[in-house]
C-alpha cells in the first residue's frame, strides 16, 4: 500500500537556525497537509496546499514558515528562526480530493 | 467553542466491553467527518469515515447528525490492540480539524 513519507525520522536543531522537514506524499495524491502535535497536546492543522499554491493556513503558519512543492515528488516545510516552542512532532498528508488524509509517521523536531 | 470537542476520558474498560465516544463540532458547514486513532508517538490512522446514514466496519459503528452537529463511535467486544487516542476529524474545504483525543485503554 503506498505511504506518505517523511525525513528525518528525528531532527534537532539550535533555537535561531532554520529547518526544513521533508514529505513525500503518494503519488498519486493532489492535496497535502501539514500539521504539528506538541507532546501531550491534540493533532494542530498548519496548512493546506493544493494545485501549487497555498489553499487554507491556520494563525499557527505565520511568516516563520513557509511550504514548497521544489519537483514532482516533494512537499517540504521550511521553520526560519527556530524557536524553543517550535519543537512538536510534524505530521505530512495527502489526499486525494474529498477523501481521508493518510499520514506520514512524522519528524520529530527538538529545538535546543 | 472548541472547533471539535470530544470526550474528555480516559476510558479503561475491560476485553469485551462495549465503550461509546462521542464528538460535537462547531462549524455547521462542514463536509467530511473521520475517526481516526492514534498510538503513542505514532501518526494518526484512517479508522473509518462517517456517514450521515450511519456506517459500520465491522466491531466499529460511527454515527452522524448534522442537526445536532454531533458524531459517535461505538466499539464492540473491545480488545487490547484496541488500546489508543480516537480522534474525532471534521473537514472543511482544505483542511481537517482534530479533537483532542480519547484515550481507550482495555485491560485484560
Known amino acids: 500500500e503506498p505511504e506518505v513519507t517523511q525525513t528525518p525520522s528525528h531532527q534537532v536543531t539550535q533555537m535561531g537556525q532554520e529547518v526544513i522537514l521533508r514529505c513525500v506524499p503518494i503519488?498519486?495524491?493532489?492535496?497535502f497537509y501539514w500539521y504539528r502535535q506538541i507532546l501531550g497536546q491534540k493533532v494542530e492543522f498548519l496548512v493546506s496546499f493544493y494545485n501549487n499554491e497555498i489553499s487554507e493556513k491556520s494563525e499557527i503558519f505565520d511568516d516563520q514558515f513557509s511550504v514548497e512543492r521544489p519537483d514532482g515528488s516533494n512537499f517540504t516545510l521550511k521553520i526560519r528562526s527556530t524557536k524553543l516552542e517550535d519543537s512538536a512532532m510534524y505530521f505530512c498528508a495527502s489526499s486525494r480530493a474529498y477523501q481521508p488524509q493518510h499520514f506520514g509517521d512524522g519528524t520529530r523536531l527538538s529545538i535546543l | 467553542r472548541k472547533e471539535v470537542e470530544q470526550d474528555p476520558g480516559p476510558f479503561n474498560v475491560p476485553e469485551g466491553a462495549t465503550v461509546a465516544f462521542n464528538c460535537t463540532y462547531s462549524?455547521?458547514?462542514?463536509?467530511?467527518f473521520f475517526w481516526y486513532r492514534q498510538d503513542c508517538r505514532k501518526e494518526p490512522k484512517l479508522l473509518m469515515s462517517?456517514?450521515?446514514s450511519g456506517n459500520e466496519d465491522g466491531r466499529f459503528t460511527a454515527q452522524l447528525n448534522r442537526a445536532s452537529q454531533y458524531i459517535s463511535l461505538l466499539i464492540r467486544d473491545s480488545k487490547l490492540s484496541d488500546s489508543a487516542t480516537y480522534l474525532c476529524v471534521v473537514s472543511g474545504d482544505n483542511d481537517m480539524r482534530f479533537g483532542a483525543g480519547t484515550r481507550l485503554t482495555v485491560k485484560p
Open positions: 503519488s498519486n495524491h493532489l492535496y
Open positions: 462517517v456517514y450521515s
Open positions: 462549524n455547521s458547514a462542514s463536509q467530511s
